[in-house]
């Protein structure tokens, strides 16, 4: 099993790197540019080129069955899912094949409903409290991982 981030805008990756220690995982940080302070024996830094997807096909051409992939993205996600991963959000909301499906829709409906003005505004600041759930919903994705 390894750790997947999809780093660019990542608010939870020294989390990530805690939580990777302790379970002795690798992690792969896949992101437009280099990170400082992410330079650890279960680090695994890649950058991709500028550009729309870069980073994400980084992530989908290394990521395979087993793995968990940490994103916001949910086509990356969906993607991952595709290939046997599983995923999770930085607010612990977990990605797999049972799930992925309604996750697309919901947000492909937001995503017309904001281009129609319908709905203004975007998700809530992140908090304390999305970082909590974070932390338990990774923990409890790499228990369930395990077991198979």
């Known amino acids: 099993m390894r750790l997947f981030v999809d780093a660019d805008a990542c608010p939870v990756k020294d989390e990530v790197l805690r939580v990777a220690e302790r379970h002795n995982l690798p992690v792969t940080f896949a992101g437009n540019s280099w990170m400082r302070g992410f330079d650890h024996p279960l680090v695994e830094q890649v950058v991709a080129s500028q550009g729309m997807d870069e980073a994400d096909d980084r992530i989908v051409e290394r990521i395979e069955a087993g793995d968990i992939v940490i994103t916001a993205d949910i086509p990356l996600a969906a993607r991952c899912v595709e290939k046997g991963a599983r995923g999770i959000d930085p607010r612990g909301k977990h990605y797999d094949s049972a799930s992925i499906g309604m996750a697309l829709a919901v947000r492909d409906l937001m995503t017309e409903l904001r281009d129609t003005g319908v709905v203004t505004g975007g998700a ?14 990774l923990e409890r994705l790499i228990q369930a991982v395990r077991r198979g």
């Open 124 to 137: 809530s600041a992140y908090g304390k409290q999305d970082r909590s759930r974070f932390l338990d919903g």
